[in-house]
């Protein structure tokens, strides 16, 4: 799935992406150490892998979007 970075905080590494419909999905440092990124801009285009129900997603994975 794809988002959008909307917020990161380097000192826990973690912060909130946008989803294409603009609903703002919190991830944890867990989230973000596995996609392999060192730093996180807001309004960079990002891959996401959730887990859970629908309404309430829980991002396992962040990682750069590329074409």
């Not at 996180?40 to 991002?59: N, W």
């Amino acid at each position: 799935m794809q988002a959008t970075a909307y917020t990161y905080d380097p000192q826990t590494r973690s912060g909130q992406v946008l989803l294409d419909d603009g609903t703002p999905v919190p991830f944890d440092a867990a989230a973000f150490d596995a996609g392999g990124l060192r730093l996180l801009r807001p309004g960079q285009r990002v891959r996401i892998e959730t887990e859970g129900p629908a309404d309430a997603p829980r991002v396992t994975l962040v990682t750069l979007h590329t074409f």
